[in-house]
Every structure is written in structure tokens, then in C-alpha cells.
């Protein structure tokens, strides 16, 4: 998310000061609606293209178990609309439409595929496409860090991106078809840092479909990338979006998940000093239902109308708003409000990722009643096997494994430790971590945890992260930032955490935790983390962990 113009400083101009003041005065009251009746299609008209000749070939990698089999089309298809309006100097282009009673979605070819959602119940265009680094979808991130060195103007490392990059080039396009109601697309992503059309070996490929007032995206992304290097978990945009427009953003971090409790809001403002807006950072945060709306404004009936995203794993998200002095609501505009899933991911060099989700316009009440009524996992249970690979899990500061795809049953997890300046290399500080959920302390006090284990230990730690909690620490500078993100304050890891005696003989053992007994048990688990004793000597490099099973069921039950 480096890419995006997150100023913290910025300078009000007169004309939009009274506004802005109203605004954070009012905070969580206030919404907004479009001064301007943005067409959705300006000049559309039918438009013919020469097809492609080659079907894309399909990962050998499976598809998760489900309904949907991410099938491809056996012929391509024109792009049967072309909208004229200008955006930076240049025309959308052809399009592929589907229209509802209150939404119209449009596919957009020189995009990548992006979408653009337009509400007819508030008569906007949704989402933001000044340049080619906004819009919305899934934007992926690698090492080194050192990638876009050579790049004049983003510092983003290695980085497709759905639309393309900051040259203004878009995604090569591969595919375009329709099948079983959905807009097919597939895409080679650019280096978004660079600007000379450098297309990395990454594969965008997105199926969209429009059901009445919900889009609903899924995706498949391939990545054949000739840089077989080992890169650390690095925090992925899986899905974001661009709302165009200064909007508050409304979510659900308390601890009763799934009962339609009081959501949080957030106009994004931290304060405003002398004339200078400060913004709220892009500190990311876990939230205990998988959504996060933006207030678009109001619906017919009265109150607040939103834009939802959503998807099974949306536990760890940010907002922030850009160019807020701009105050423009357009899709072509500066402004912006942006929010995203932020889920970690070791984004392996053959690696296939199945990624859906969902956004929703409408209130509150329809949004989260949507999102309730989907699967989602409401205990802790990891086996990491050759299908599930790690399973959501990643490695922090210093380790390697036999990266995903997974050959055989297992995570295998090399300790390598690392160097702090002016100290010895050391693999104290590695640590495994589970993905973010939301499993209520109430329905389990006990995990299994099945591993083969070869070190100098003999003790190991599991700690826990509750709802509200900063794992680490906050900025002290952002109060109401802080106050909204992270209700319960700072984690005292030292307080959740549970010691355990581990056999450091290289041979498979299953552990029994319980952490019932621990006062700080409570309210909603969002994270684990398998870690070493907090003080201690150096552990040099050599470690190994390989784990069969973290969650609530014996393994050797099963």
C-alpha cells in the first residue's frame, strides 16, 4: 500500500475549511452524498475487437473445495461497450456492463479488468480511477525491497497490480469471455513502481458477476516468477478498494461478534492544527466480523447507505483518507477513501492463490446480515497438509520453509534467525503466526498442537492476541486513532502467554494447551503465535519446527 498517497499533513484550503470542520465535528453522524450526477456511460456505444487466439492454460494447482470451480471460457468475446468519457487525458475505453435495479457494474479492458460500480440510489460512481494505482481488487507484494530501486518515483518493492503501473501502461490483456453468468478476464500484471511497461510473471485472472445489490469478485492468481529467493510474509492488499470522495468507514471490533452489536466509525481525522488536516495512518487492525462498509449516504428510507467489502478471512484491515482538501467526489478526482483486507502472505515464486469476495450497497442491517449468513470458521483449526500448505500461518524475522505449493504433508520451518544492530545473529526473536480470525474465548479454553521439534529449547510460548488489542505498541501521537482502532490498548504479551515444556528429540509429539485459567481469556481470539522464551542466550540458526496441527481437535484422534 506504499503506493498510495498516504499524507498525514495536509494543508486546508478556504474554501473547504468550514466543510472539513463540520465534518469532524458531526464525526460518525455525517454522510455524504454525490453533488454531482456522475453517468455511468457517457456515449456508450457497441464496439468490435479482434479476439485473441490462445485459451489461458489452467494452474495444475486445485481450486478450494466449494461450488464454484473458477472455469474458463472456451472462446473469447468482444468487449461489447465503449465508454468515452476522458479520464488523465485518455478515454475509459471498452467495456463489458451488467446492470440490477439499484447497481450498474462495469468491467473496464484498459484497467486490467477493474470494476467500477455505480449506485443509482445515490446517483455516483463509485470507485476512484485517477491513475492506474488506485481503483480497487487485489494488489500483491514480495521482496527484495530493493525491486523498484530503480524506479523514479514509488518505492514499493516487488508489486503487480491489477490495473498497471505508474507509467500508465495497463495489464497485458490475455482473456477476455463470459461463462455461467460472470465476465471473465485474464490479465499479465505490471511492476506498479515502474514506469517502462515491465510486466512480472504474475497472472490476474477474475471472474465478476452483478446479483442485485452485491458484486461478487473471485479471482485467480498465478505467479511463475523466475526468482526462486526464499521473502519474508510481507502485508498484502487482498481485496482493497478506492471509494472516490471524503467518507467515514464503519466496521465491528468489539466482542460480541455476530449479534448485531454497535459497529465503530471512523471519519479518518485525527485533528486539525493551525489549518492542517492530520489524517488518520494506515495502521492496520483487527476487526471481529469479516467486513469493513464506507458511507456512500442515505438510502431512500432514511439512514446511512455503504459500500461493503467482504470475504472469509477480512479480520485485518486499515482506512485512510487522501487529498482531503480536494473534497471531490468523482471517479477521476484526487480524492480518496481507502480501506483494504491486510492479510500476510509469503508470496511464493509458483504459487496459485484463490482469492473471492463480495462488496454490498446498502444499510448496515443488509450488509451484516449478508455477511452472517456466509461459512466462516469459528474455532481455531490449522492442519497443514500438501492442500493447504500453511494454511494462513507465516514466518516473522528470520526462517525459511520448503514454500507453497506444499510437495508433502506438513510445514516445514527452517529458523535463521536474525541480526539486530550490533548483536550476534539470533532466532530468539523468530516466531510463527497464525492468520487473523474471530473465535470467541467462550467456546474453547484448549489447542492441540501436533509438531516435531529440533533446537536447544526445551521450553517454547504460545501467545494470543484478544479484540481491540495492539500487538506491539501505538503511536502516541494519534490518540483518536488509536481510541477507535485499538479500544483495549496494548497487549501485555508477557500476561498472554502460555509456556510449555516442548521434547527437543526430532520426533512428532502432540501438546495439550489450556489457557482457561488465564484471567486475560476472554472476549475474542484473533491471533496465535508460537514463539520462544522471552529472555534467554543467543539460539543460533538450525532450528526446526515441522507442525502437522494447531486448533481445537486432537490430531491423533483423527
Given at each position: 500500500?506504499?503506493?498510495?498517497?498516504?499524507?498525514?499533513?495536509?494543508?486546508l484550503t478556504k474554501k473547504?475549511?468550514?466543510?472539513?470542520?463540520?465534518?469532524?465535528?458531526?464525526?460518525?453522524?455525517?454522510?455524504?452524498?454525490?453533488?454531482?450526477?456522475?453517468?455511468?456511460?457517457?456515449?456508450?456505444?457497441?464496439?468490435?475487437?479482434?479476439?485473441?487466439?490462445?485459451?489461458?492454460?489452467?494452474?495444475?494447482?486445485?481450486?478450494?473445495?466449494?461450488?464454484?470451480?473458477?472455469?474458463?471460457?472456451?472462446?473469447?468475446?468482444?468487449?461489447?461497450?465503449?465508454?468515452?468519457?476522458?479520464?488523465?487525458?485518455?478515454?475509459?475505453?471498452?467495456v463489458e456492463v451488467q446492470?440490477?435495479?439499484?447497481?450498474?457494474?462495469?468491467?473496464?479492458?484498459?484497467?486490467?479488468?477493474?470494476?467500477?460500480?455505480?449506485?443509482?440510489?445515490?446517483?455516483?460512481?463509485?470507485?476512484?480511477?485517477?491513475?492506474?494505482?488506485?481503483?480497487?481488487?487485489?494488489?500483491?507484494?514480495?521482496?527484495?525491497?530493493?525491486?523498484?530501486?530503480?524506479?523514479?518515483?514509488?518505492?514499493?518493492?516487488?508489486?503487480?497490480?491489477?490495473?498497471?503501473?505508474?507509467?500508465?501502461?495497463?495489464?497485458?490483456?490475455?482473456?477476455?469471455?463470459?461463462?455461467?453468468?460472470?465476465?471473465?478476464?485474464?490479465?499479465?500484471?505490471?511492476?506498479?513502481?515502474?514506469?517502462?511497461?515491465?510486466?512480472?510473471?504474475?497472472?490476474?485472472?477474475?471472474?465478476?458477476?452483478?446479483?442485485?445489490?452485491?458484486?461478487?469478485?473471485?479471482?485467480?492468481?498465478?505467479?511463475?516468477?523466475?526468482?526462486?529467493?526464499?521473502?519474508?510474509?510481507?502485508?498484502?492488499?487482498?481485496?482493497?478498494?478506492?471509494?472516490?470522495?471524503?467518507?467515514?468507514?464503519?466496521?465491528?471490533?468489539?466482542?460480541?461478534?455476530?449479534?448485531?452489536?454497535?459497529?465503530?466509525?471512523?471519519?479518518?481525522?485525527?485533528?486539525?492544527?493551525?489549518?492542517?488536516?492530520?489524517?488518520?495512518?494506515?495502521?492496520?487492525?483487527?476487526?471481529?466480523?469479516?467486513?469493513?462498509?464506507?458511507?456512500?449516504?442515505?438510502?431512500?428510507?432514511?439512514?446511512?447507505?455503504?459500500?461493503?467489502?467482504?470475504?472469509?478471512?477480512?479480520?485485518?484491515?486499515?482506512?485512510?483518507?487522501?487529498?482531503?482538501?480536494?473534497?471531490?467526489?468523482?471517479?477521476?478526482?484526487?480524492?480518496?477513501?481507502?480501506?483494504?483486507?491486510?492479510?500476510?502472505?509469503?508470496?511464493?515464486?509458483?504459487?496459485?492463490?484463490?482469492?473471492?469476495?463480495?462488496?454490498?450497497?446498502?444499510?448496515?442491517?443488509?450488509?451484516?446480515?449478508?455477511?452472517?449468513?456466509?461459512?466462516?470458521?469459528?474455532?481455531?483449526?490449522?492442519?497443514?497438509?500438501?492442500?493447504?500448505?500453511?494454511?494462513?500461518?507465516?514466518?516473522?524475522?528470520?526462517?525459511?520453509?520448503?514454500?507453497?505449493?506444499?510437495?508433502?504433508?506438513?510445514?516445514?520451518?527452517?529458523?535463521?534467525?536474525?541480526?539486530?544492530?550490533?548483536?550476534?545473529?539470533?532466532?530468539?526473536?523468530?516466531?510463527?503466526?497464525?492468520?487473523?480470525?474471530?473465535?470467541?474465548?467462550?467456546?474453547?479454553?484448549?489447542?492441540?498442537?501436533?509438531?516435531?521439534?529440533?533446537?536447544?529449547?526445551?521450553?517454547?510460548?504460545?501467545?494470543?492476541?484478544?479484540?481491540?488489542?495492539?500487538a506491539n505498541g501505538v503511536?502516541?501521537?494519534?490518540?483518536?486513532?488509536?481510541?477507535?482502532?485499538?479500544?483495549?490498548?496494548?497487549?501485555?504479551?508477557?500476561?498472554?502467554?502460555?509456556?510449555?515444556?516442548?521434547?527437543?528429540?526430532?520426533?512428532?509429539?502432540?501438546?495439550?494447551?489450556?489457557?482457561?485459567?488465564?484471567?486475560?481469556?476472554?472476549?475474542?481470539?484473533?491471533?496465535?503465535?508460537?514463539?520462544?522464551?522471552?529472555?534467554?542466550?543467543?539460539?543460533?540458526?538450525?532450528?526446526?519446527?515441522?507442525?502437522?496441527?494447531?486448533?481445537?481437535?486432537?490430531?491423533?484422534?483423527?
Amino acid at each position: 500500500m506504499k503506493k498510495r498517497e498516504t499524507f498525514t499533513l495536509i494543508k486546508l484550503t478556504k474554501k473547504t475549511v468550514n466543510v472539513l470542520i463540520c465534518l469532524l465535528l458531526l464525526h460518525f453522524k455525517y454522510t455524504f452524498t454525490s453533488a454531482q450526477n456522475n453517468s455511468p456511460c457517457v456515449g456508450c456505444a457497441e464496439i468490435n475487437f479482434q479476439r485473441y487466439a490462445s485459451r489461458p492454460t489452467d494452474p495444475n494447482t486445485n481450486p478450494p473445495d466449494g461450488p464454484f470451480n473458477y472455469p474458463v471460457p472456451a472462446n473469447q468475446t468482444d468487449w461489447p461497450g465503449y465508454n468515452s468519457k476522458i479520464i488523465s487525458g485518455k478515454p475509459v475505453g471498452p467495456v463489458e456492463v451488467q446492470e440490477s435495479g439499484v447497481l450498474r457494474l462495469e468491467v473496464r479492458k484498459e484497467y486490467g479488468g477493474s470494476i467500477q460500480i455505480y449506485d443509482k440510489i445515490t446517483q455516483q460512481n463509485l470507485i476512484n480511477f485517477q491513475d492506474l494505482g488506485r481503483e480497487s481488487g487485489l494488489s500483491s507484494y514480495s521482496g527484495p525491497d530493493s525491486f523498484s530501486d530503480d524506479a523514479p518515483y514509488w518505492k514499493t518493492g516487488y508489486n503487480p497490480l491489477q490495473a498497471g503501473d505508474a507509467g500508465d501502461h495497463p495489464a497485458k490483456l490475455l482473456f477476455h469471455g463470459n461463462i455461467d453468468g460472470y465476465v471473465y478476464t485474464k490479465y499479465q500484471c505490471n511492476s506498479w513502481s515502474h514506469i517502462d511497461n515491465r510486466l512480472l510473471e504474475f497472472y490476474y485472472e477474475q471472474w465478476v458477476k452483478l446479483d442485485g445489490n452485491k458484486v461478487h469478485v473471485k479471482t485467480r492468481l498465478t505467479h511463475q516468477r523466475p526468482d526462486k529467493t526464499f521473502y519474508r510474509a510481507y502485508s498484502q492488499e487482498w481485496p482493497f478498494a478506492m471509494i472516490a470522495g471524503v467518507r467515514s468507514v464503519r466496521f465491528y471490533n468489539g466482542s460480541r461478534p455476530f449479534t448485531m452489536d454497535q459497529t465503530s466509525a471512523s471519519n479518518g481525522v485525527e485533528r486539525i492544527v493551525n489549518g492542517t488536516y492530520i489524517v488518520h495512518q494506515l495502521t492496520p487492525f483487527q476487526i471481529t466480523e469479516p467486513w469493513i462498509g464506507t458511507i456512500i449516504g442515505a438510502n431512500p428510507g432514511g439512514g446511512e447507505r455503504l459500500i461493503a467489502m467482504t470475504c472469509s478471512d477480512f479480520y485485518h484491515t486499515t482506512y485512510n483518507i487522501n487529498a482531503i482538501h480536494s473534497y471531490d467526489f468523482s471517479e477521476d478526482g484526487p480524492t480518496v477513501t481507502y480501506s483494504s483486507n491486510a492479510p500476510q502472505y509469503h508470496l511464493d515464486s509458483d504459487n496459485t492463490w484463490y482469492r473471492d469476495y463480495s462488496y454490498i450497497v446498502d444499510n448496515e442491517k443488509e450488509i451484516r446480515t449478508y455477511v452472517y449468513s456466509q461459512a466462516r470458521k469459528d474455532k481455531p483449526d490449522f492442519a497443514f497438509t500438501k492442500k493447504n500448505g500453511r494454511n494462513g500461518w507465516y514466518i516473522v524475522d528470520g526462517g525459511h520453509d520448503q514454500k507453497e505449493p506444499f510437495q508433502r504433508d506438513n510445514w516445514t520451518v527452517t529458523y535463521d534467525g536474525k541480526a539486530d544492530p550490533g548483536q550476534p545473529i539470533s532466532a530468539r526473536g523468530t516466531k510463527l503466526l497464525s492468520p487473523w480470525g474471530s473465535w470467541k474465548s467462550s467456546d474453547f479454553n484448549t489447542v492441540y498442537l501436533k509438531m516435531r521439534y529440533s533446537g536447544p529449547e526445551k521450553q517454547l510460548r504460545v501467545n494470543w492476541l484478544l479484540d481491540g488489542q495492539a500487538a506491539n505498541g501505538v503511536d502516541s501521537n494519534y490518540p483518536n486513532q488509536n481510541a477507535v482502532r485499538f479500544p483495549r490498548g496494548v497487549r501485555n504479551i508477557s500476561q498472554q502467554s502460555l509456556p510449555f515444556n516442548v521434547i527437543n528429540d526430532g520426533q512428532m509429539h502432540t501438546y495439550k494447551l489450556t489457557f482457561g485459567g488465564n484471567p486475560l481469556w476472554q472476549g475474542v481470539i484473533q491471533q496465535f503465535e508460537l514463539t520462544h522464551n522471552f529472555e534467554g542466550p543467543v539460539i543460533a540458526p538450525g532450528e526446526i519446527v515441522e507442525m502437522v496441527y494447531f486448533g481445537v481437535n486432537n490430531p491423533d484422534n483423527q
